[in-house]
């Protein structure tokens, strides 16, 4: 399925994506190890018996990776030219293993892009959400996203 345009994109619109992750204690493990964050608090159950959660909590940036990648199928798949990075990330609730995270986008605005006339820059609101309907990710998000004017160009110039 793919993305949606630039001109497609409306401020204050809301997309429930329909994906949804249980997260696993391998995700956590994995994710922790491959990218050298040894924390004890994300790898080490006996540590994480004595902190405030008593158990290991799942890697905050596994979950912005998941929230956002969730949120591609029904927002920048094949119409992104690039992420121009996250305004402000929070992660309010923690995860645990087992917890089943879904995505929320809200719309927050859109522009025509300065400098490059096939592309606009929308800004994204991407919530991850638990099956206790808190929020555990927060994270706003810039994209750079073509116009689909521009890739009707592309298509005829192609044939």
């Known amino acids: ?7 497609e994109f409306e401020p204050g619109a809301v997309i429930e994506h329909a994906t ?17 964050n040894l924390a004890p608090l994300h790898l080490d159950a006996e ?12 890697n905050s940036l596994f ?11 029904d927002t920048t798949q094949g119409t992104t030219l ?7 990330v929070k992660f309010p609730n923690p995860v645990f293993h087992g ?8 719309i927050v605005s ?14 994204f609101r991407h919530l991850g959400i ?14 750079l996203m073509l116009k689909r004017s521009a890739a009707d160009q592309a298509a005829t110039a192609a044939s």
């Open 63 to 73: 979950i912005l990776g998941l929230v956002s990648g969730v949120t591609v199928p």
């Open 99 to 106: 917890d089943t995270i879904r995505a929320r986008t809200e």
């Open 47 to 58: 540590y994480s018996k004595n902190t405030i959660f008593g158990q290991r909590l799942v």
């Open 82 to 88: 690039g992420n121009l990075g996250f305004q402000e």
């Open 1 to 7: 399925m793919p993305g949606l345009y630039f001109e």
């Open 20 to 36: 949804r992750r249980t997260v696993t204690e391998a995700d956590n493990v994995l994710f922790s190890t491959l990218t050298l």
């Open 130 to 143: 638990n099956q206790r309907d808190e929020i555990v990710c927060d994270a706003t998000r810039v994209g």
């Open 110 to 123: 859109k522009r025509e892009s300065r400098s490059r006339g096939d592309s606009g820059i929308v800004v």
